[in-house]
C-alpha cells in the first residue's frame, strides 16, 4: 500500500520555466512532508519541508504547497535551471511516529536549456 | 565536514547468504536510518537506531537486522539473502529525533543478489 504517491515518473521542463512536481498521500496522519533531490550515485538530499498547520512554505526558487482536504502538496521550481535536473522524493510522517519518513517512488525532472 | 559514509559501494551476494552494510553518520549525529529503494519503489524505511538501541522498524521481515556501535557508526545485516533484496541501500543520519531533524542520506550500497 503506497501512502505516499508520485504518479508523474518523468517532468521535462525547458530551462527558466516553472517545473511542477506533485505529490499525493492517503493517511490523514501525516502532518509533516519533505521535499529530497537525488542526483545520481549519490543520497537524497534535503530540499524544502512543510508542516501542516502551514500551506504554502517558500526557499528561494523552490516552493512547496500543502492541500490538506486534498492530501496533495506540490513543489514548484521556478525558474527551472538545468542544474535542478534529478530525481525528487516527496517523503511524509506522522507525529506520532515523526522518525520513520515514507517516501513517494521520485519524479525524474530534466531541464533543458 | 564529512558527509555520511557507507561501506562497500558495491556488493554481490549469492540467494541464502548473509550480506552486511556499514554506516558511518556525520560527526556529532547520533540517529542513523536505513532505507531500501529497490527498482520502482520508492525508499522505504527499514531501520532507526538512536544512541546504540533499535528505536523503530518499518515493514520488513526479522532477517533484515541491524546494530548501532558505541561511535554511532551502524551496520545492516540481511541473512538468508532472496533475489527481491536486490537494491539501494541508503543510510542517513540526524542529530535529533524525528522527521523535522532534517536527515542527511549516504550514496547508498547497490547490494545485488544473484
Known amino acids: 500500500d503506497q501512502q505516499v504517491k508520485q504518479n508523474s515518473p518523468s517532468l521535462s521542463v525547458q530551462e527558466g520555466r516553472i517545473s511542477i512536481l506533485n505529490c499525493d498521500y492517503t493517511n490523514s496522519m501525516f502532518d509533516y512532508f519533505l521535499w529530497y533531490k537525488k542526483y545520481p550515485a549519490e543520497g537524497p538530499t534535503f530540499l524544502i519541508s512543510?508542516?501542516?498547520?502551514?500551506d504554502k512554505n517558500e526557499d528561494g526558487r523552490f516552493t512547496v504547497f500543502l492541500n490538506k482536504s486534498a492530501k496533495h502538496l506540490s513543489l514548484h521550481i521556478v525558474p527551472s535551471q538545468p542544474g535542478d535536473s534529478a530525481v525528487y522524493f516527496c517523503?511524509?510522517?506522522?507525529?506520532?511516529?515523526?522518525?520513520?519518513?515514507?517516501f513517494g517512488t521520485g519524479t525524474r525532472l530534466q531541464v533543458f536549456p | 565536514e564529512a558527509g555520511v559514509t557507507q561501506s562497500p559501494t558495491h556488493l554481490i551476494k549469492t540467494r541464502g547468504q548473509q550480506a552486511t552494510l556499514r554506516c558511518s553518520p556525520i560527526?556529532?549525529?547520533?540517529?542513523v536510518y536505513w532505507y531500501q529503494q529497490a527498482l520502482g519503489l520508492g525508499l522505504q524505511f527499514l531501520l532507526w537506531y538512536d544512541e546504540g538501541e533499535e528505536r523503530n522498524r518499518g515493514n520488513f521481515p526479522p532477517r533484515f537486522s541491524g546494530r548501532q556501535f558505541p561511535n554511532y557508526s551502524s551496520e545492516l545485516n540481511v541473512n538468508a539473502l532472496e533475489l527481491e533484496d536486490s537494491a539501494l541501500y541508503l543510510c542517513?543520519?540526524?542529530?535529533?529525533?524525528?522527521?523535522?531533524?532534517?536527515?542527511?542520506f549516504g550514496p547508498g550500497t547497490r547490494l545485488t543478489v544473484l
Open positions: 542517513a543520519s540526524s542529530y535529533g529525533q524525528g522527521a523535522t531533524d532534517t536527515q542527511y
Open positions: 512543510i508542516s501542516s498547520i502551514k
Open positions: 560527526s556529532g549525529h547520533t540517529s
Open positions: 517523503a511524509a510522517s506522522a507525529f506520532h511516529d515523526a522518525d520513520k519518513l515514507i
